[in-house]
């Protein structure tokens, strides 16, 4: 019985030392890899406003409407890019990516500079979330070489037509 034993035991010993290094080898492989979160299909019409940052020896600021459409790389892809066209119909055309963020959200980082105006850059963050099958979207912008030392940056918002 003893010899039966010891046959049966040293393959199952293999069987579970070989398990145990593959099981090893797994763990340690898992955390290095990142599952893409799922991006948001933003792609539409919107329309928005933007605020100025109140400044020192500036006027209050106002609320600024504008129109933004976005366009989407096919498959709901990480880059975006479309028009912002202002209240006064100056139009504006910005690229950028999308990532995702949390709870379903995403997250956008795009810009956008005017020929007319050269160094002039505008850059802008903020996050798209769905509610009631719509997109909104909040975040700030900043500007660089505006002509106007009463705008360097804000917030602004959108909502999905």
């Known amino acids: 019985m003893n010899t039966r034993t010891y ?19 797994v763990a340690t492989w898992l955390p290095a890899q990142t599952l893409p979160g799922k991006l948001c299909c933003i792609a539409g019409d919107y329309r928005g406003s933007q605020t ?10 106002k609320a600024e409407l504008f129109s933004m459409t976005i366009s989407q790389a ?10 912002i066209t202002s ?6 055309q910005f690229k950028g990516t999308l990532r ?28 798209f979330c769905q509610q009631m099958g719509k ?13 106007d030392p009463c705008k360097k940056g804000g917030v602004w918002k959108i909502d999905q037509n």
């Open 52 to 61: 100025p940052d109140p400044l020192p020896n500036c006027p209050v600021p």
């Open 135 to 147: 997109w909104h979207a909040n975040g700030a912008f900043t500007e660089v070489n505006s002509g």
């Open 74 to 83: 096919p498959g709901c892809g990480a880059d975006v890019w479309g028009t």
């Open 7 to 25: 046959r049966m035991a040293a393959p199952l010993a293999f069987t579970l030392a070989f398990a145990a290094v593959g099981v090893a080898l």
């Open 87 to 92: 209240a006064s119909s100056e139009v504006n």
């Open 100 to 127: 995702p963020g949390s709870r379903g959200c995403c997250v956008i980082e795009a810009s956008f500079s005017q020929p007319k105006r050269p160094g002039h850059l505008v850059k802008f963050k903020g996050t």
